[in-house]
Structures are given as C-alpha cells and as structure tokens.
C-alpha cells in the first residue's frame, strides 16, 4: 500500500545534513575556546566566561548529535566545519553571534525534517539544542548591546 503523504527528505539525506551540523558544533566548539582565550578588555569579563559554558555545550551538543546519526544508521563525522577569528572583541563576538543565528535556523529546520521521517526522539533531541543555541544568541545579544 502506498502512503499518501511524500517524505520531504531520505534517511540518508537527513544522516547528511546531521553530520554538516555535527562538523559546525565541533567549529563553534573551537571557536568559543578560542575567543574566550583571546577577547582582552574590562567590559569582557562576563561574557568571556559565558564563552567558556558555551563551548562546554557545544561539545555536549556535538555529542547528542553523533549518537542520534549513529542510532540512525550513519556514521559519525570527525570533519570540522569553518572557524572563524578576530583580532577584535566586537568582531568576534559578532561572528559568535552569526554562527548561533545560523544554528538556530538549521535546528528549527532540521526539526521539521526529523518529525516528517517519525523520528521524534531525535526531534526531541534537537528541540533542546535548539533551546541552548537560543540562549546562546541571547547571552551574546546582551554583550553586544542589541
Ligand atoms: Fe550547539
Ligand atoms: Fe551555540
């Protein structure tokens, strides 16, 4: 009997674009424990430690992520995606900012895409990645001034 409703998406394109934000955790991860190395000044005391929890949860999320593609069938990518650097307290924090932004759209997303395929533990498992990328771009928000 055929199902009236199409997938949006294959299993094996979902396992995909899990490993593509698997690779951009590892990044982000490095990212923060670079930027929090590296931003000097006063007024980035607060958010430098703010950094050093984010990277920690990056790392947590990086981990969810890999036992949910190898639940699924897939294997784990070891890639890193793109880190970016500054010499500038602002700038970095931008790119900080940039890149939670950019999660949060991938997550919500890939929600929606793990829901279409019943994969519901997994989209329950995003949603709360999703929660702390959100506080993410709060916490940076703040620091910014925004
Ligand atoms: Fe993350
Ligand atoms: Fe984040």
Known sequence: MMTSEKKDISIEDFIEKLNYDLEL???????????????SGAQYN???????????????????L????????GKPSVN?????????????????LKGERNAIGRYKKRIRQAE?????????????????EQEHEMDLMDALDL
């Open 66 to 73: 890999s036992d949910q593609i190898d639940y699924l069938g």
């Open 116 to 132: 279409k395929l019943d994969e519901y533990a997994t989209a329950e498992t995003l949603r709360n990645i999703l929660v702390t």
């Open 25 to 39: 955790e590892y990044a982000a991860a490095i990212q923060y424990i670079q930027h929090q190395a590296v931003i």
């Open 80 to 96: 890193i995606g793109e880190v970016k650097i500054s010499e500038d307290a602002e700038e970095m924090l931008n790119q900080d």
């Open 46 to 64: 607060n958010i430098r430690d703010e950094l050093a929890v984010h990277a920690d949860e990056e790392i947590q999320h990086a981990i969810q």
